[in-house]
């Protein structure tokens, strides 16, 4: 029976940066361009008619739940604006 011999080969070498770091200013530093446009991003906001029958809702002492149902909103939507009116008073 003929012994096998192990034979260990070098760990390979890191791989080198691709370039070297950018010497320029950064991004930030470029004036922008008249056509740029600033959009909102994310969902837009409760109609106001919505918002304002909901607090009217809760001066008369109704729930989240019912309000929430009665105005057309979401309960999360309902629990914010308690929370924020309860902030003001």
């Known amino acids: 029976m003929a012994k096998t011999?192990?034979?260990?080969?070098?760990?390979?070498?890191p791989p080198k940066p691709c370039s070297p770091p950018?010497?320029?200013?950064?991004?930030?530093?470029?004036?922008?361009s008249?056509?740029?446009?600033?959009?909102n991003l994310g969902r837009p906001g409760a109609?106001?008619?919505k918002m304002e029958r909901a607090r009217q809702e809760f001066a008369k002492g109704t729930g989240i739940g019912k309000?929430?149902?009665l105005t057309g909103l979401g309960t999360g939507?309902?629990?914010r604006l308690k929370?924020?009116?309860a902030i003001v008073q």
């Open 5 to 13: 011999r192990l034979v260990l080969t070098p760990h390979r070498a």
């Open 22 to 32: 950018s010497s320029g200013p950064p991004v930030s530093t470029f004036p922008r």
């Open 34 to 39: 008249p056509a740029y446009v600033r959009r």
């Open 47 to 49: 109609e106001p008619d």
């Open 67 to 69: 309000t929430a149902r």
């Open 77 to 79: 939507t309902v629990q």
């Open 83 to 85: 929370r924020e009116m």
